[in-house]
T-cell receptor, first 114, second 112 residues
Framework: DTAVSQTPKYLVTQMGNDKSIKCEQN?????MYWYKQDSKKFLKIMFS???????INETVPNRFSPKSPDKAHLNLHINSLELGDSAVYFC?????????????FGPGTRLTVL | GEDVEQSLFLSVREGDSSVINCTYT??????LYWYKQEPGAGLQLLTY?????DMKQDQRLTVLLNKKDKHLSLRIADTQTGDSAIYFC????????????FGKGTRLSVIA
């Protein structure tokens, strides 16, 4: 009965590879987000989708491409991985596009680029 | 842009009260949140307060909001070793499709 789930939990890969992280929410929410937490624990928004449409795209390299096949899923694909991409990536969801409703977070995916 | 500031570290003795402070700059903040992150874990929503409230209590947690000074605090009564974690303050405004803006987190260490 997990509310927001992410796979994989850990991802270790070589520089230059392409990888994907998946996120699913079973809360019936219409807005989903990707946040990045760096090694200093700073959390920043990357993307936000509402009903499968991109509504926020912060200054993230275009190697990062979110994809929302339906409003319960928001996947993150990363091309040509770099060392600086190592971080914990959190998916979240909320019930209003304006984001005024509470955001619930997934457990995070720890990405390590070697 | 919006900014949220927190002190980075707090150390308390078990059984004492902890007070974690946060300041923010966005005057259009509508909701303010406290999230807890234990080592190696995700973000757990602890509590939130709507901007037209000045206090919210939930068991051992008390949230105080001073909207004039843009100051938010989280008080944990009878702090336990299981409360050791990083506590993030976050705010959201109603000025569009804005995401959460997080503070840098306060690492709470509870000494037995």
């Amino acid at each position: 009965d997990t509310a927001v789930s992410q796979t994989p939990k850990y991802l270790v890969t070589q520089m230059g590879n392409d990888k994907s992280i998946k996120c699913e929410q079973n809360l019936g929410h219409d807005t989903m987000y990707w946040y990045k937490q760096d090694s200093k624990k700073f959390l920043k928004i990357m993307f936000s989708y509402n009903n499968k449409e991109l509504i926020i795209n912060e200054t993230v390299p275009n190697r990062f491409s979110p994809k929302s096949p339906d409003k319960a899923h928001l996947n993150l694909h990363i091309n040509s991985l770099e060392l600086g991409d190592s971080a914990v990536y959190f998916c979240a969801s909320s019930s209003q596009a304006g984001g005024t409703d509470t955001q619930y977070f997934g457990p995070g995916t720890r990405l390590t680029v070697l | 842009g919006e900014d949220v500031e927190q002190s980075l570290f707090l150390s308390v003795r078990e059984g004492d009260s902890s007070v974690i402070n946060c300041t923010y700059t966005d005057s259009s903040s509508t909701y303010l949140y406290w999230y807890k992150q234990e080592p190696g874990a995700g973000l757990q929503l602890l509590t939130y307060i709507f901007s037209n409230m000045d206090m919210k209590q939930d068991q051992r947690l008390t949230v105080l909001l001073n909207k004039k000074d843009k100051h938010l605090s989280l008080r944990i009564a009878d702090t336990q070793t299981g409360d050791s974690a990083i506590y993030f303050c976050a705010e959201i405004s109603n000025s569009g499709n804005t995401p959460l803006v997080f503070g840098k987190g306060t690492r709470l260490s509870v000494i037995a």
